[in-house]
């Protein structure tokens, strides 16, 4: 190196503070910032006892619960170090070191410790999130084609999660030149454990699809190896079809998902209601429903991460909203359709937080 430093890598922070001076929008970003501590922090129930008080009260107790609960979920030693460094800040005395009279301000021992704390906190969450970024990077691997060319069909495959994993699952499985799958499921709660469960999901519906010709009994089996080897009270919601390249035929079980819709050139129908999620019992028989779609015709199905999405107002886009908004789209293609819908969303929703993943299938016949 020739007695010379190598330039470093890392940027500089005089250029990082003045490229996050242009970036943030305080007013925005604060608002974003306190709804997200909130939604983490407080419980639903204190959040209604928020709602009947004023705004003064409010805001004293919305931040006193907010730091109520962030100290208990510090671990037992990270507790007694905020205990100590806050007892240091707020007394403010000096403390005399020798005869010679130095002496050390408690409050700069105070924001020491709290420092640490901090740094041990943050140490943590970037470590979390190092783990879930390699998950993130694994899923996304495991996402089918958004576009698979299927003869006589239109497809639009689409999930889009909240956190950096998701629990949603979106497939498309090629069972044969003459049959092929498409699931859409929604692993209940969040993050890694509902991620865990997709991912097991996905491997036994691609496992066993190949086996079947009844859905009927490949939703049984289904339901029993995930009711076997998931956690009690955990399910999962799931609508599983097949297409038959070159015709409109079309055949699917419902396990507790929502309804998927079936969008005609003069009307729009929820088709039929789920049957028990997998899961929630030991067996069950589920119904296959067949339909014959004619040209044109769309059958849409969907995630509650689209009718249960929010605005800034707490109000849902709702599915009134996609019964009326569908049928304007009836000339696009799956893709158009499924662009047009998520833009739609997106700007519904603006600058508030998203709470939950976003999956849609759409399959139009051509």
């Known amino acids: 190196m020739n007695g010379r430093f190598e330039a470093s890598n ?15 929008r305080i007013s925005r970003d604060f608002n974003q910032e306190m709804r997200e501590l909130k939604q983490f922090y407080i419980s639903e129930e204190k959040k209604k006892r928020l709602e009947q008080m004023g705004m003064f009260s409010r805001w004293l107790h919305m931040i006193l619960w907010i730091l109520k609960s962030m100290f208990l979920k510090l671990t037992p030693f990270r507790r007694l170090l905020i205990l100590i460094g806050f007892i240091f800040l707020f007394t403010g005395s000096t403390i005399s070191l020798h005869d010679d009279q130095s002496s050390n301000n408690n409050s700069l021992i105070g924001g020491v410790i709290v420092l640490f704390v901090l740094m041990l906190e943050l140490k943590d969450k970037l470590l979390a999130k190092d783990e879930l970024e390699a998950g993130r990077k694994l899923q996304q691997a495991l996402l089918p084609e958004q576009s698979p ?33 498409v699931v859409i499921a929604d692993v209940a709660g969040k993050g890694l454990k509902a991620a865990l469960l997709m991912a097991k999901l996905q491997a036994t519906v691609r496992a066993l699809s190949p086996d079947y010709d009844s859905l009927s009994k490949l939703g049984s089996k289904i339901h029993e190896i995930f009711y076997r080897d998931s956690l009690p009270g955990l399910f999962a919601s799931m609508i599983y079809a097949e297409i038959i390249p070159g015709s409109g035929d079309l055949k699917f079980i419902n396990a507790g998902h929502l309804p998927p819709l079936l969008v005609k050139a003069d009307s729009i129908t929820e088709l039929q209601k789920g049957e028990p999620a997998l899961g929630l019992m030991n067996k069950f028989d589920y119904t296959e429903c067949l339909l014959e779609l004619k040209s044109g015709e769309i059958f849409f199905a969907y995630s509650d991460g689209l009718t249960e999405a929010q605005n800034e107002y707490g109000e849902f886009y709702g599915s009134e909203r996609v019964k009326r908004f569908l049928p304007q789209l009836r000339n696009y293609d799956a893709d158009g359709i499924g662009q047009t819908v998520v833009n739609d969303v997106d700007r519904f929703v603006g600058n508030a937080s998203r709470f939950d993943d976003l999956s849609l299938v759409i399959l139009k016949k051509s």
């Not at 890392?10 to 943030?24: A, E, F, N």
């Not at 003869?151 to 979106?170: C, I, K, P």
């Open 10 to 24: 890392d940027p500089k922070i005089g250029k990082v503070l003045r490229d996050d001076i242009h970036q943030i």
């Open 149 to 181: 060319k299927v003869e006589g069909w239109s497809m639009w495959l689409f999930t889009r999660s909240a956190n950096e994993v998701g629990g949603d699952l979106v497939d498309y499985i090629k069972i044969s030149e003459d049959k092929i799958g």
